[in-house]
């Protein structure tokens, strides 16, 4: 029971940090120093973001692909919070799994 409620902890914690990350690439977002020196300059990366950036922070919830830039970089692009904050529920999925696989195994 105990290591349960651990993992849903750890779970929760990994939730709340990619909303965190999210704010915080909002943030970076206003700062002219960001703007003039990646948002201008990677404008292309921008627009394939803001396109597939669904199925990156799926990949990035899913996979050991870092999670937190990702989140990061969401914000930064102004991906819609309503779909990123329903999109990283996935990351629930994936400590579900990793749980089962760990509890059977041990």
């Not at 409620?5 to 999210?22: E, H, K, L, N, T």
């Not at 300059?41 to 830039?69: C, K, S, V, W």
């Amino acid at each position: 029971f105990a290591r349960r409620q651990r993992q849903m902890c750890i779970r929760d914690r990994s939730y709340v940090a990619g909303i965190a990350s999210y704010f915080l690439g909002q943030y970076w977002a206003t700062r002219k120093v960001v703007r003039e020196r990646f948002l201008e300059r990677h404008e292309n990366t921008m627009e394939q973001l803001r396109r597939f950036g669904g199925l990156l922070i799926i990949l990035a919830a899913l996979t050991p692909l870092p999670y937190p830039i990702v989140c990061q970089l969401s914000g930064l692009n102004k991906y819609p919070f309503k779909y990123f904050v329903w999109i990283t529920l996935v990351r629930f999925l994936r400590f579900g799994l990793y749980g089962a696989l760990l509890f059977s195994a041990f």
